[in-house]
């Protein structure tokens, strides 16, 4: 089995040469696929929430927590798809890998999620 000759690192910068180790490339496809995963437990919690949870003091809460575990999974799926790509641009570009605030956004807003939730189970 032949080697994949050198490219060098200015060439690769300019031409976005596709001859990179593929372990990059699928590594980057797997976290793609986590993204999705992450999107679709969100939107099945929400649907959960709304659709099973009947104990909660107040229906309002229950909303409240299914829209925003709803809302959250939309903007995760709506974001992989243009991060996978940057990173894998980057990746093919030899180039620093691009910084995401989603990862702040998932934080904040399921750690949102969690304190509402014990607030409503408290409260029932």
């Known amino acids: 089995m032949d080697a994949l000759p050198e490219t060098p690192p200015e060439r690769v910068a300019e031409t976005g040469d596709p001859r990179v ?12 696929l ?6 679709l437990a969100l939107l099945a919690g929400g649907v959960a929430v709304h659709e099973l949870v009947r104990t909660f003091a107040t229906p309002a809460i229950r909303t409240t927590l299914a829209t925003v575990a709803i809302g959250l999974a939309t903007v995760v ?4 798809y243009p991060r996978w790509r940057a990173v894998d641009d980057a990746i093919r570009r030899d180039r620093p890998l691009p910084v995401s605030k989603l990862m702040l ?20």
């Open 77 to 80: 799926a709506a974001a992989a």
């Open 34 to 39: 986590a993204w999705i995963r992450t999107a």
């Open 105 to 124: 956004v998932l934080a904040v807003a399921i750690t949102a999620i969690c304190l509402l939730t014990g607030i409503a189970m408290a409260t029932a």
């Open 21 to 32: 180790d593929y372990r990059f490339t699928l590594a980057a496809e797997r976290t793609f």
